[in-house]
């Protein structure tokens, strides 16, 4: 990645788009603190990426492609493991099974379940959290159009709470209402930045497909 | 002249003094004859190996804490150095064991200690070799510099008890069990190299920092 | 005091996962039983050598079931999530290590019973000793242990290296153990042993959770 400069404000969403290999992942691994950039820096809510990875990680919740379950746990299970890991060992599960519709398989091992339930498991471990920045990498996958709600609601959710939310995903259409500012990225560096009033959909179709 | 090529010929000068007093001067021993002189080498080899994993273990635990590229460099060159002298001591041991004892290899604690010694950094320098990430390497051999260290006078002590077997060393703290003639031969082997030794490593270091990029942080 | 909330937390997901799964426990007890059975014929059944044989087995069968503390995690791809949760990875290691003592004693259990029925040794009696020494000795194989488990995540050849660094290093741990259970079972002076076997287990109690956190330093 290079050349990577931007601010985002609280109370704002983020929409990250490229073609494959553009960087998108690199970035919000970076921001989660599981990348150490080697030149540069970064800081979230005033903590620095490196030097205060701890407070960041406080703050930060990461989506990503891989599960973060455990396949021979029950739903229930991995939701109070990662209560529990996140420091929250009171927070309600059962109501957070309910936010995200997984009460119906509560107490069924993680094994058994479709992707989309295992995304909105992860997604409930992350919204548990309730992080003031919210890093969702490719979050559609495998959900329902109730599964693309709840991301909305979570990313609502989570801005009205003061956080902010950085999405990279292929699927930008379904972030385009909600999103405030569009960066686009081809082969690590950025092609676009810039508040999303001001990009067409042509303009987003093309950045994410690569076409610029 | 620069200081590592003097430091190489001072090495060189007393490996010389001390072999013609090993090999020549000092009288052979009541029991063993000329085969003592083989511990003008065992000895010092042993002795320099240690050496060198002290200060492997004192440059991994800088390494860890400051991360400064010279310190893993030390270390780097201090585990292999001393991977070659423990290999010497246990072969200059074994060749001295074979006439003095009819055995080529005795289970004496220290030789078993040094043994595990051997395989412990050697595994060092392989997990230095076969980590993707050379950075990853270099810190998680510091870690096994550290704790192989640190386990060594345990392992030791354990490996005395369990098998009461062996020759007292020959200089213990406050007697000497060895004559005159024969202690200077060994301090001399011993002194000539400590200097081989570390103009080995100050050589070795260097060739460290240059095949890193000359990096001096 | 959150520290000992999270290391709990581990611990109980790794032994829930490996009671549903009983994949580690299977491993090294398959080996172990193979071991002590190889080892019992082809060295000798008297009950002086049923202390040697057992703790032999344990060595090799830790070397077989310790890296399942870190790769367990790869393999459910949830190793960069458990890394990335606030707080100090030393509770990680806690966590994993309390784990592991249960696996790895439960097994000497299992062990010291089939030593009984194999050997002839009497361990009904003295089941309570032999059980208290092996833990001692369980203690230290998996502190420094958990160490090594997260040092060779990231090599290639861990299969390899995780003999070569375990039974060097927990040498003591093996020899203490033996002449303990040695004078247990024979009624003998225990010696320095015990000495041994606290020594160990303290300095690795203060050195290995240390550098766990330095080994786990990037995900």
Redesign the interface.
């Known amino acids: 990645m290079r050349d990577v400069t931007f601010v985002l404000p609280p109370h704002s969403v983020l929409l990250v788009v490229g073609p494959n290999a553009s960087g998108k992942t690199t970035l919000l691994r970076l921001l989660a603190t599981a990348l150490r950039p080697t030149d540069g820096g970064g800081s979230v809510f005033g903590h620095d990426l490196v030097r205060d990875a701890d407070a960041v990680r406080v703050l930060t919740a990461f989506v990503g492609t891989s599960a973060g379950t455990y396949d021979l746990l029950t739903v229930r299970e991995n939701l109070a493991f990662a209560a529990a890991m996140r420091c929250r060992p009171d927070a309600p599960v059962a109501t957070w099974l309910d936010r995200v519709g997984l009460t119906p398989v509560a107490d069924d091992p993680v094994r058994v379940l479709s992707s989309g339930m295992k995304r909105r498991l992860a997604l409930a471990q992350a919204w548990l959290a309730a992080p003031r920045l919210l890093l969702l990498d490719e979050p559609y996958g495998g959900l329902d159009r109730d599964g693309v709600a709840l991301v909305a609601e979570m990313t609502e959710d989570t801005t009205r709470r003061g956080g902010s939310v950085v999405i990279a995903t292929h699927e930008w259409e379904r972030v385009m209402n909600e999103a405030d500012a569009v960066l686009a990225l081809a082969a690590g560096q950025p092609v676009e930045v810039g508040p999303v009033a001001q990009l067409t959909a042509a303009d987003l179709a093309a950045a994410a497909g690569g076409r610029r | 002249m620069t200081a590592q090529t003097g430091l190489g010929a001072v090495a060189v000068l007393l490996l010389g003094v001390a072999a013609y007093v090993s090999l020549f001067a000092s009288p052979p021993d009541a029991f063993q004859g000329e085969y003592v002189r083989i511990m003008y080498a065992h000895v010092p080899n042993a002795w320099v190996a240690y050496l060198a994993f002290a200060i492997t273990f004192a440059a991994s635990v800088l390494y ?1 804490w400051k991360r400064r590229p010279a310190y893993d460099h030390l270390a780097h060159s201090a585990t292999e150095l001393g991977v070659l002298f423990t290999g010497l001591a246990l072969l200059t041991g074994s060749i001295w064991g074979r006439p003095v004892w009819g055995t080529w290899w005795t289970w004496d604690a220290r030789l078993v200690t040094t043994a ?1 010694l051997f ?2 950094y ?2 060092a320098l ?2 230095r070799g ?4 050379p950075l ?2 270099a ?2 051999a ?3 510099g ?3 260290f ?2 060594v006078p ?2 030791h ?3 005395v ?2 098998r009461t077997l062996h020759q007292p060393a020959s200089i213990a703290p406050g007697s000497l069990k060895i004559a005159p003639p024969m202690l200077l031969a060994l301090m001399l082997s011993l002194l000539a190299f400590t200097v081989l030794f570390m103009y080995l490593l100050r050589l070795r270091t260097s060739l460290a920092r240059l095949e890193a990029g000359g990096e001096m942080r | 005091m959150n520290g000992f909330l999270r290391a709990a937390a581990v611990a109980r997901k790794d032994l829930r996962v490996e009671w549903r799964g009983r994949q580690t426990i299977t491993a090294t007890g398959m080996v172990a039983l193979l071991m002590i059975l190889l080892l019992g014929f082809v060295v000798g059944s008297e009950p002086a050598r049923a202390a040697a044989i057992l703790w032999v087995a344990m060595g090799f069968a830790a070397v077989l079931g310790i890296p399942r503390v870190t790769q367990g995690e790869v393999d459910q791809q949830a190793l960069e999530t458990l890394l990335l949760y606030p707080g100090s990875r030393e509770h990680l290691f806690w966590g994993k290590c309390a784990a592991l003592t249960v696996m790895l004693s439960a097994l000497l259990v299992a062990l010291l019973v089939l030593l009984g029925v194999l050997f002839g040794v009497d361990v009904w009696d003295h089941g309570g000793a032999l059980v208290g020494v092996g833990v001692l000795g369980i203690v230290g194989l998996s502190v420094i242990g958990t160490l090594l488990a997260a040092l060779v995540l990231h090599v290639r050849g861990r299969e390899l290296l995780m003999p070569l660094l375990l039974l060097p290093l927990a040498l003591p741990v093996v020899l203490g153990c033996v002449r303990l259970t040695e004078a247990i079972l024979t009624g003998t002076a225990a010696g320095l042993w015990p000495a041994v076997l606290v020594s160990f287990d303290v300095v690795s109690v203060l050195v290995c959770p240390i550098l766990f956190e330095v080994v786990m330093d990037e995900v």
């Open positions: 860890l595990m395989l412990i050697t595994t392989l997990v076969l980590s993707d990430d990853r390497g810190r998680l510091a870690v096994i550290i704790v192989g640190l386990d345990i392992i002590y354990s490996v008890w369990f």
